[in-house]
């Protein structure tokens, strides 16, 4: 039986293995020593990661994770599965043949290593690498290319790989994007300003040079031109900022809050960023920034789900793809 041409691995941030204290220290402490996401200097971060964060965090991240837990495991997680089959089908019948797809996240499970030992078992011998951010930032796509390096460092056996960087302006996302919030839209039977909200990054980051802010602004520009938005009916911000430095602009949580007390009517609220919904969409953005505004005197909220595993978003995987493995 001959190889596959390639296989594809998917790639996402990550996740707890349960929503439980213990469970989040292990998920935390890797993550945010990651100094692609932290870049402060070693031993301060050390002193400051385990003597403050690890200490008082991992309870209240534990409860809002069990807030959102399903059956499955964490959100992320079991959306991330939800899109590797209905991607793997669409490939297989694409190019009629087996197209190994793997999940793999940058921290926790599943690892990059078991990703490679089933492309192993597979006889894969070249891999897309898809790390799921529309909008390239080193704290996330470059994390993902630091953590494939060391899960690679070892292999006696190199596979041949290719790397997808970003995919902000891609006319299958942004036409997704827009489809979504038209439907919300028509199921809800009106419509309100329209707030993006985009996981944030220290502002220091974007002025050594990362290209972030200028992708989130290209995209919800994109993004309300397709839906045919004046520019007084859509806002974009940013949210989940960590720490005490200034992070990009305007914050999220302020907006709500500000838009609160100015009695505004109606509010929708998606979050291109995340391909998958997660603890940032389904508690931050769907609960908490919920209640500062309605707290703060505003009307109606509304959250708009990200695309997960909707046939437009995986049909724009699948484009993607075929594009980037053009040659094999």
Request: glycine share 6%; with cysteine.
């Amino acid at each position: 039986m001959s190889s596959p041409r390639f296989g594809v691995m998917l790639v996402n941030l990550g996740t707890p293995e349960s929503p439980t204290p213990a469970a989040v220290r292990r998920y935390l402490a890797e993550f945010l020593w990651d100094r692609r996401v932290i870049d402060v200097s070693r031993p301060l971060w050390w002193l400051i990661l385990n003597g403050i964060v690890l200490r008082t965090r991992p309870k209240r991240v534990a409860h809002a994770y069990a807030s959102v837990w399903q059956d499955e495991g964490s959100p992320l997680l079991a959306i991330g599965r939800r899109q590797q089959r209905a991607l793997k089908a669409r490939l297989d019948e694409r190019f009629g043949t087996d197209v190994p797809v793997e999940l793999a996240m940058t921290y926790g499970k599943p690892t990059m290593e078991e990703a490679g030992m089933a492309f192993r078992r597979a006889g894969v011998e070249r891999i897309l690498v898809f790390p799921l951010y529309p909008q390239y930032s080193r704290s996330t796509t470059a994390s993902v290319f630091d953590r494939l390096a060391k899960a690679l460092k070892d292999c006696p056996h190199l596979p041949e790989m290719r790397f997808i960087r970003d995919y902000h302006d891609h006319p299958g996302y942004i036409a997704a994007l827009a489809s979504s919030v038209e439907e919300h839209w028509e199921r809800e039977g009106k419509r309100g300003h329209l707030l993006m909200s985009y996981h944030g990054i220290p502002k220091r980051y974007a002025e050594e040079g990362d290209p972030y802010p200028k992708h989130c602004e290209r995209t919800s520009r994109l993004v309300a031109e397709k839906l045919g938005l004046a520019d007084d009916e859509w806002t974009m911000s940013y949210q989940s900022r960590f720490g005490r430095e200034e992070w990009l602009k305007p914050y999220t949580d302020e907006t709500l809050m500000a838009w609160g007390k100015q009695g505004r009517e109606r509010v929708d609220v998606m979050s291109p960023a995340f391909s998958a919904d997660c603890l940032e969409t389904l508690e931050e953005i769907a609960v908490e920034n919920r209640d500062n505004f309605i707290n703060a005197g505003g009307k109606e909220y509304s959250f708009i789900e990200s695309l997960n595993d909707r046939d437009d978003h995986i049909a724009l995987f699948e484009s993607l793809i075929v594009h980037h493995t053009e040659g094999w």
